[in-house]
C-alpha cells in the first residue's frame, strides 16, 4: 500500500497523456503554451503501462487519463485496452493460498469532448469504464468565449455518444468564473436533471499559464449550493465525500442526475487527499500545487530494477505535501499549468 508520511493512503493515480490541448480555455491554456520540447521526453506506451501496472501493484484502485487533450494522443484506445487489463485480479500461483493481487477498480478519461462522438464506442470497447466531459457553458457565444473554440455542438454531442457507448456514470465538469458563467449555474443543474448526469461545479483555481487568476473570480462552492438549492432543493448523498474531492448531491424531488460541488479554495479537502499525478514527461507530482516533482521518467531509463522503482516511488509519496497553501500570504505558483499536469 502507498501511504504518505500523513497517513493518508494512495489509491488514485492520474496520468496526463499530453501537455497538448486543442482547446484555449481562458482559465488553463488561454494563450497555448510551447509544447514539451522533444517528443522523447513524453512516455511511450510501454512505459506508461509499465508505470501504470507498478502503482497498481502498490494499491492504485483507480486511474484517470487526462492531459492536456488526452484524445489527441494517437491511438489512445491500445493505451486503455493495455491498462484494462490490470483490472483483471490476478491469483496467486499457489492455489493453496488463492491470495488476490491488487487489481484495478475503475478507469476513466477526463476530455474536452471535442473528437468522443466517434470515439466514444470503440474506447468503450477497449475496456475504459466512464467518461468526465468539460463543459463550461450551454450557451454557444460563452462557450466560445471561455474556451477559445466554438465546439458547443460537437460537446453535446459526445455526451450523447458516451450515453450510448455507456461509458458511465458520465461526469460534466465546469469550472465557475465570477462574470463569465456564473449566471449559468442553475441553467447547468437544469441540464443535468435533464438529461441524467453528474454535474460537477469547480471553483477556479490558480492553475491557469497565463496567471490571471485572482481571489475575485472564484465562485465559492456556497454560493453555488445555495443558487441550485433555491430552484431544485438538494439532498447531500450519504455516499458524499471521504476521500473524494465533491460534495454529492441528488434532487430531493427525485429527479435524476446529481451535483457535485468541488470547493478546493474554499473548503480545503487536503486531508482526505488520495491522489498522485504523473505528467506526459513522466514527473511524478505529489499535489496540484507542487512547486517540485520526481523523475520516473530517467528511473525508468536509467534501467531501473522494479524494486528501486518501488523505492522512488514510496519515498516519492511520503513527501506528498500536508496541504496546498493558496489561501496564504506567501502562495507561490505551481511549478506548472494545469494542462501540464493533468486535471
Ligand atoms: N482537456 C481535458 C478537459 O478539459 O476535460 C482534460 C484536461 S483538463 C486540465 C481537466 C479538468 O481541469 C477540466 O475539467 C478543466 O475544466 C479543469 N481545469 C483546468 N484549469 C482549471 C483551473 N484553473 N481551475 C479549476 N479547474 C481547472
Ligand atoms: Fe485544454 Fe482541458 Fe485545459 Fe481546456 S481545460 S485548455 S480543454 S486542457
Redesign the pocket.
Known sequence: MLADSYGRIIRDLRV?LTDR?N?R?F???PNGEPPLARKETILTFEEIVEICEIFVSLGIEKIRL?????LLRKDIEKLVAKIAELKTTNLDEQPKTKKQKPALKDLAL????FSLEKRAANLKKAGLDRV???L?SLKKENFKRMTGVDKLDEVLAAIEAAKRARLEPIRI???LVRGWNDDEIVGLASFARENALSM?F???????SAHE?DKGLVVAGREVYRKINEVFPLKLKETSRGSETAWKYSFADGARGEIGIIA?VTEMFCGACSRIRLTADGQIRTCLFSTGEHNLRDQLRSGASRPEIVDFIKAVVMKKEPRHFINDKNFASASR???F???
Do not use: H, K, Q
Open positions: 496526463s490541448c482547446f480555455c482559465y488553463c491554456l487526462t492531459g492536456g487533450e488526452p477526463t476530455t474536452n469532448g468526465t466531459i468539460s463550461d465538469n465546469a469550472v460537477r469547480i471553483e477556479y483555481m490558480p492553475l491557469d487568476w478546493p499549468s494545469m494542462s499536469i493533468g486535471g
